[in-house]
């Protein structure tokens, strides 16, 4: 530490898949004075560096991040922004490392702070890779500046891939994000102009503007904000619950819906969603519901996170086009999901307030390689068709914006006593909130799609009888590591190992997309 460490402080490095604990626990970061990134293009990557008293506390810290510069003059713009902390209560749901500060936030309020001694504070590193940014290395560096004291640099270093990840979306999210939510926080200050800020947010982080409790009431949508979503990636809509097809007037704004989403161009991206977590008691009503969605509505599909028992039932199992077992279940459950596939019919996964550990969820208090595994490589090798959640932004114990920090007074409870569930980014008084949570489901996102492209690229090559050979060799790669992640509940803390095998597949892909390339 001591050869980074000058005028009593330290500047460290950290993954962006570790949470840097303030005052509760050591850093364990790397003492370096640069960041090393790799990236593809349409690609958002990120790190932290980490900024550390030694001998005194620090007053007024100022930072600046310059351009990254690269082949032919070209530059990217990244950001930095500072890590804010919310603190959390003594609660006995589920076990933690500690209770106290625990980095979540991203801060785009904040240009100065102070920090004591025996803390230390995170800055966090964004850099979206423009699609069509050059290929090559790119260089640029972070300034820190504490009040009284010198600067000091961490350098930056970024290569850009030859290669873009798709814009198309291959998992798909069903997920609630409850804009009326967001507007009470606002109050007067929510207008369209803060409603599309929240929605662009969303769509640049690869999740839908949507709810599956109609939080977000989708069929109140025009045609041409149907479009927009659809246009900006969106690849699930969710049209209405289905327990009550019968009531009053619900069959009128369903098929006015059905229109408009055929004039938008999103028919086969239409789903109804009911019985939620429902037991077996529910089963005639919801086959009744489900073959009136089916009857009256042939393009759209139905979904349920219902008792995965019913999906041994032929009739019940013939009316839903995709069942939803929590993690845990969807792992025990897997050996019966072949034969449903071989039907046409789709197998997901969720989590909520379970499952518990060894499981990977989506809490404050957990890892962000949780969150990055689940969305990325679990979701690849588990085979799920798509990714369900309650929701994106509850606040029940808030009703002011994020305005301060580091030390947040947002209250991170967000169902019960639970910190982070049905919570994935907060209100702030520029606008949504990022988290380290919700940056790392983006990377997982992302690492999907890396590996949707190796595989197509693969297919493609294979039919070329002399680029087969160099195919089938590339093709063992698919298979993701044990020691990465065996299943949903046995995986790797080392965000090490999950850069390790993200290289190999990215080579692979610049490899192949040369091989198709060549005559």
């Known amino acids: 530490a001591h050869s980074y460490a000058k005028d009593g402080w330290a500047l460290g490095t950290e993954s962006s898949m570790v949470k840097v604990s303030y005052d509760s626990l050591p850093f364990t970061g790397s003492f370096s004075n640069i960041i090393n990134l790799d990236g593809a293009r349409g690609e958002s990557v990120h790190a932290q560096t980490v900024i550390i008293p030694l001998d005194n506390p620090l007053k007024g810290v100022k930072f600046s991040i310059f351009n990254l510069a690269g082949p032919k003059g070209a530059v990217i713009k990244p950001t930095a922004r500072v890590v804010g902390y919310l603190k959390t209560s003594f609660q006995d749901r589920y076990p933690t490392e500690y209770v106290g500060w625990w980095a979540d936030p991203l801060l785009d309020n904040l240009k ?34 504490p009040k009284g004291l010198n600067p000091r640099q961490i350098y930056i270093k970024l290569k850009v891939r030859s290669f873009e990840i798709p814009k198309e979306r291959h998992l798909k999210l069903a997920i609630s994000y409850e804009e009326n939510e967001a507007a009470r926080l606002y109050g007067s200050a929510w207008n369209d102009n803060m409603k599309w800020k929240y929605r662009n947010f969303l769509l640049q982080h690869r999740f839908n503007v949507d709810s599956i409790y109609q939080a977000t009431p989708i069929w109140d949508e025009s045609v041409e904000n149907l479009k927009r979503l659809k246009d900006s990636g969106q690849n699930f809509f969710v049209v209405a619950m289905f327990n009550n097809t019968n009531t009053p007037g619900w069959h009128e704004k369903v098929d006015t819906f059905m229109q408009r989403a055929k004039e938008a161009g999103i028919e086969d991206m239409c789903w109804f969603y009911g019985y939620d977590e429902s037991g077996i008691t529910s089963k ?236």
Not at 120 to 125: A, D, G
């Open 112 to 145: 100065t702070f102070d920090i004591p001694q025996n803390a230390q504070q995170p800055l966090w590193i964004t850099i979206d890779i423009p699609s069509n940014a050059l290929a090559g290395i790119y260089t640029g560096k972070l300034t820190v500046t």
């Open 284 to 519: 005639p009503d919801l086959l009744f519901h489900a073959r009136a969605c089916h009857q009256y509505w042939p393009k759209a599909k139905v979904m349920t996170t219902a008792d995965p028992v019913m999906m041994d039932d032929p009739e019940v199992a013939e009316a839903i086009d995709a069942w939803v077992p929590i993690t845990a279940s969807y792992q025990k459950l897997q050996n019966k999901f072949a034969a449903l596939r071989a039907k046409g019919k789709e197998v997901w996964y969720y989590v909520c307030i379970g499952p518990g550990e060894p499981y990977a969820n989506l809490f404050v208090e957990r890892a962000p390689i949780e969150q990055r595994l689940l969305m990325g490589m679990m979701a690849e090798k588990s085979k799920t068709d798509g990714f369900l959640y309650y929701s994106l932004n509850r606040a029940p114990c808030n009703d002011k914006l994020i305005n301060d920090g580091p030390l947040c007074k947002w209250n991170p409870a967000s169902y019960q006593e639970y910190n982070g569930d049905g919570c994935l980014f907060y209100s702030g008084v520029n606008g949504p909130i990022s988290t380290i949570r919700f940056e790392n489901m983006q990377d997982g996102l992302e690492d999907y799609e890396s590996l949707w492209l190796l595989k197509n690229l693969i297919e493609r090559a294979k039919l070329n009888v002399k680029k087969q050979k160099a195919a089938q060799q590339i093709k063992p790669l698919l298979n993701i590591p044990d020691d990465l992640t065996r299943n949903l509940e046995d995986f790797t803390y080392d965000p090490a190992k999950l850069e390790n095998y993200r290289t190999r597949v990215y080579d692979a892909i610049e490899k192949l997309n040369t091989l198709i390339k060549s005559k």
